[in-house]
């Protein structure tokens, strides 16, 4: 196969979940843009349908479901929803997660309530989406996100961090549990230019530019959704067949 073929996703299937913005909307925009049609999930309607609209006119299909992965049964509809596709599922992508009430914390200022809507934002729930995916998927990719966060200690962001981490060993072990028939990697991107990012760290988006005097990156700018889209369209594509079990850092040297 010509190499350039082997990033195509053309007739693939993949769900992108917390796809309403950011970098989820930024992977499944991406994903759609290598030939693959799409099924996002986020908890905001308007911000689904405005992603929907941006793939379809690509030229791929869309489905969207409302959902909040972190509520009993709340994988149940888009679980529905994938299964009602006319293609079987190829790509999963765990996106879901962040700060559940934009708010970094030290460990010790942490109350067990706060910890738990970490955890279960950023760890239960790609725990859930993967089994979730396995049930679905015959053959596959599944990309659960990490963080650059998740190496080394972090004053102020240590639920977080813990849960990234705890991310990276789940995707290790669902990399061994799922083969050969599924490829289970992760994904670790450093500051990206987000809502969520600007707000882990007290800014706001109008003070982008001086994020980077927190976070000394080599490549001397702040990274994008679209950058980790096309890291996405790789660990989903033909191109990474021979990688599993594994964590891509996408932080321009951070």
């Given at each position: ?10 007739g693939?299937l993949?769900?992108?979940t ?17 030939g693959a049609?799409?099924v ?5 309607q308007?911000?689904?349908e405005?992603?929907?609209a ?6 791929r ?15 149940d ?7 009602s596709q ?8 765990n ?13 010790t ?16 729930a ?7 995916a396995?049930?679905l998927?015959d053959?596959g990719?599944?990309i659960?996100?990490s963080?650059?966060?998740?190496f ?5 962001n ?11 060993s789940?995707t290790?072990?669902?990399?061994l549990?799922l083969?050969?028939?599924i ?15 600007l ?8 003070q ?10 080599p ?9 980790i889209?096309a ?10 067949s021979?990688?599993t ?10």
């Open positions: 196969m010509p190499i350039l073929e082997k990033f195509s996703l053309q693939k993949a769900v992108v917390g796809a309403g913005r950011g970098i989820g909307r930024g992977i499944a925009i991406a994903l759609a843009q290598a049609d799409i996002i999930s986020a908890r905001t308007n911000q689904l405005e992603v929907a941006t793939i379809r006119a690509l030229g299909n869309c489905e969207i479901c409302v959902a909040d992965l972190v509520a009993p049964n709340g994988l509809k888009l679980e529905d929803l994938v299964a006319p293609n079987s599922l190829d790509i999963w992508v996106n879901a997660g962040g700060l559940p009430d934009a708010t970094p914390r030290f460990l200022k942490t109350s067990p309530e706060q910890w738990d809507a970490q955890v279960d934002l950023n760890l239960k790609v725990w859930a989406g993967c089994v979730s396995a049930r998927m053959t990719a599944i659960n996100l963080s650059r966060a998740a080394g200690g972090h004053l102020k240590g639920p977080y961090s813990a849960a990234k981490a705890a991310v990276n789940l290790e072990t669902f990399a549990e083969a050969p028939r490829r289970v990697n992760a994904l670790a991107p450093g500051p990206i230019a987000t809502t969520n990012m707000e882990s760290v007290g800014m706001t988006e109008d982008a530019d001086d994020v980077l005097k927190h976070f000394p990156v490549l001397g700018r702040l990274g994008t959704p679209e950058d889209g890291a996405a369209v790789f660990l989903a594509s033909p191109a990474s021979w990688i079990g594994q964590c891509l850092y996408v932080t321009g040297g951070f």
